[in-house]
């Protein structure tokens, strides 16, 4: 199980942190990542992350840092210089290998239920 936490709403060029915690699992090895989904766009992957490789896409680049804490299970996503166009659904997803081996979400399992971000 997958819980996300942190989202709200923020003014352009504001910050907020996300936080994706897993329980039940250990995610020693896994790739973990956020993905998010706008009303009426397709889910875009935003950045993912298992030991020694972090992805972004280009329009979260310079702006986001994911980061994780193996010992908690805890994935968190750092937004800084927030933009009306990050407006979103953000929901986080486990898979058991590395990130390395992932192409986009349909390799990713386990999914939280999403949290809401508004920036105005």
């Known amino acids: 199980q997958l819980v996300e936490s942190g989202g709200g709403s923020v003014q352009a060029g504001g910050s907020l942190k996300l936080s994706c915690t897993t329980r039940?699992?250990?995610?020693?090895?896994?790739?973990m990542g956020w993905f998010r989904q706008a009303p009426g766009k397709e889910r875009e992957g935003v950045a993912r992350?298992?030991?020694?490789?972090?992805f972004y896409s280009d329009s979260v680049k310079g702006r986001f840092t994911i980061s994780s804490d193996v010992a908690v299970g805890t994935m968190y996503l750092q937004m800084n210089s927030l933009e009306p166009e990050d407006t979103a659904v953000y929901t986080c997803?486990?898979?058991?290998?590395?990130?390395?081996?992932?192409?986009?979400?349909?390799?990713?399992?386990?999914w939280g239920q999403g949290t809401q971000v508004t920036v105005s």
């Open positions: 997803a486990i898979v058991f290998r590395g990130c390395a081996t992932v192409s986009g979400p349909a390799d990713f399992p386990y």
């Open positions: 039940g699992h250990t995610t020693g090895g896994a790739c």
């Open positions: 992350i298992s030991p020694g490789v972090i």
